[in-house]
């Protein structure tokens, strides 16, 4: 079946700018992850949504960071006013729930340079 | 600090011999351990879920090995090929963290033909 897709796949802006990147999970998976891999601070988490819970958003990095999930389906992670410090690839991975032994399936990523 | 961390961050290996891959972490109460692979610019693979209640789980070559007391985790790939290399990384749910997915910092694999 169809696994996790993100778009864009790569993305080039300009500082100051904003952008919003895309998750499409696997069909019926509740929960949903964004991860961000950057060079020298390997990979860390931003924010996950489960189910109509409210999200954590323990791990975003500041307050121009923000995501959303609409229809417990389809995230968007926007990057307001971005930074050079956010260039990265943001992975997005999704599982059937957060509890105990789920795996999580990872997309293949957003690549974002900010010039 | 509760962690997660890989040692070696890298690995070059001939053909056909076994790899070993290790993994350690600080959290002994873990749900799980994951192992992945990721190939360079791509996304990340997931090879093997290792529950808590597991010792081990085996997949074709790979086999993954859990010590939750000693607070590690082993990837064995045995008889490797030039397709494996890599950069392997594994992950857990720490309870510092929340139990959100904290992953090493990879181990880079390249099999020389």
């Known amino acids: 079946g169809a696994g996790v897709s993100q778009s864009p796949s790569n993305k080039v802006t300009e500082k100051g700018k904003d952008v919003e990147l895309r998750c499409d999970p696997i069909?019926?998976?509740?929960?949903l992850y964004w991860y961000r891999q950057s060079l020298g601070q390997g990979l860390e988490f931003l924010i996950y949504f489960q189910g109509n819970s409210a999200p954590d958003k323990s791990g975003l990095p500041s307050d121009r960071f923000s995501a959303e999930r609409t229809g417990g389906s389809v995230s968007t992670l926007t990057i307001q006013r971005t930074q050079q410090e956010d260039s990265a690839v943001y992975l997005c991975?999704?599982?059937?729930?957060?509890?105990?032994?789920?795996?999580?399936?990872f997309g293949p990523g957003t690549r974002l340079t900010v010039t | 600090k509760q962690e997660v961390t890989q040692i070696p961050a890298a690995l070059s290996v001939p053909e056909g011999e076994n790899l070993v891959l290790n993994c350690s972490f600080t959290d002994s109460a873990i749900y799980n351990l994951q192992w992945f692979r990721q190939d360079p610019g791509k996304g990340l693979t997931s090879l093997l879920l290792i529950q808590s209640s597991q010792r081990e789980q085996t997949s074709g070559r790979l086999n993954a090995s859990l010590d939750k007391s000693s607070g590690r985790s082993t990837l064995y790939i045995a008889a490797s090929q030039p397709g494996d290399s890599a950069t392997y990384l594994c992950a857990a749910p720490l309870k510092a963290a929340g139990n959100k997915l904290t992953f090493g910092g990879g181990t880079r694999v390249l099999v020389k033909p």
């Open positions: 991975a999704s599982s059937l729930y957060t509890g105990e032994g789920y795996e999580q399936y």
């Open positions: 069909s019926g998976h509740t929960a």
